[in-house]
C-alpha cells in the first residue's frame, strides 16, 4: 500500500491496551514516531504531541512497535475518533484557521526537541 509518512489523510493508533488516538501529523523519530492529536495546541504537556517507541513495520496498517496504524474511518471502523476529527477541523474552519502544513508541525517538533 503506502509508506506510512507519506500519507495524507487522517490516520488512527491503537495501542494494546485499546486507546486510540487520531493522528493528524506523525513524523520518523529515533525511537518510533512522532505525532500530532487533533487539538494538539490545546492539550496538556506531552498528550497533543506523542512519541510511539517500536520498530515502524508494514504498507498499511502499519505497527509501531506493539500499537496498530490505520486509516482514520476505514470501513467505518471507530466512529467516535472520526468525529473527534471532524470536530477539529469544523472548529479550524469556524475561526477561519487553516490544518497547519507538516512542514509547520515538523518545525513545531523541532522546537520542542522530539525532532532533529
Known sequence: MADLF??????LIRYPDETRHVM???FRHADGIVYFRPYWDELPEGEGIR????DVR????????????TVLGCQGTDPQQAAEFADWKFQLEQHGERH????ELAAIARQLGMLP
Open 6 to 11: 507519506t500519507v495524507t489523510t487522517p490516520l
Open 100 to 103: 497547519p502544513t507538516r512542514d
Open 24 to 26: 493528524v501529523a506523525c
Open 58 to 69: 508494514g504498507e498499511g496498517p502499519w505497527k509501531v512497535g506493539d500499537a496498530v496504524v
Open 51 to 54: 512519541v510511539a517507541s517500536g
